[in-house]
């Protein structure tokens, strides 16, 4: 069988979210007992919780709910390029070692040395030009470690209004740790909720 690298955090109740979404909570509506066969919870999460997609809809007021997008993005040949400890920002210059004529449509960036367990109010995002460079060779899909494509005080969200210009779809909230850089398929569908900002996505990796 082909490896699997799993590329998301785990989710539950100290998970960590943007300050002021809302966190992972998680009831019981049924427990198993005499007269009730089955354990059935009811859970509250921001769609941001975790590695998630987000949709036009999260940065353009007209945009499209993640329901409605097409899976092909979220599928298929990517690479992972690593800019560890690149500062603020991923520029050119921080990831032009691993683009070459041969990339493919997706392009996850690392940015960690290790995924943190808490908030980081300093992480790092995606220079806008790195973006539109991208979109430039083709790609259709950036990913990142981080919360955001944009810094976590950005008010404007210049990389946001990038991928809106360009039609690119995003991931965020991945864990790269033990991801080497190179080659793999990415397997990362969203859910299909017909009026959300963002969805959840099991992201992984397999061996090509």
């Not at 089955?38 to 353009?60: C, E, K, Q, R």
């Not at 404007?156 to 990038?162: I, M, R, W």
């Amino acid at each position: 069988m082909q490896k699997l690298w799993d590329i998301s955090p785990a989710i539950h109740a100290g998970a960590p979210v943007f300050p002021g979404d809302t966190p992972y909570q998680q009831q019981w509506c049924a427990t198993i007992a005499p007269g009730c066969p089955v354990n059935v919870s009811a859970i509250t999460m921001s769609p941001h919780v975790g590695a998630h997609a987000d949709a036009p809809l999260h940065y353009d007021a007209q945009g499209a709910a993640v329901g409605e997008l097409p899976l092909a993005p979220f599928l298929g040949p990517c690479r992972v390029v690593h800019a560890i400890g690149c500062g603020a920002l991923i520029t050119w210059e921080h990831i032009a070692h691993a683009v070459d004529a041969n990339l493919p449509p997706r392009v996850l960036v690392r940015t960690y040395a290790q995924a943190p367990v808490q908030w980081d109010g300093q992480l790092t995002a995606y220079a806008p030009d790195t973006i539109a460079r991208l979109a430039d060779r083709g790609v259709l899909l950036i990913g990142i470690d981080t919360a955001s494509i944009d810094p976590a005080d950005s008010k404007t969200l210049d990389s946001h209004q990038v991928i809106r210009r360009r039609g690119l779809r995003v991931l965020e909230n991945l864990v790269l740790d033990d991801v080497p850089e190179g080659d793999y398929e990415l397997i990362a569908l969203p859910l299909k909720l017909t009026s959300a900002d963002a969805s959840p996505v099991r992201a992984v990796l397999r061996a090509l």
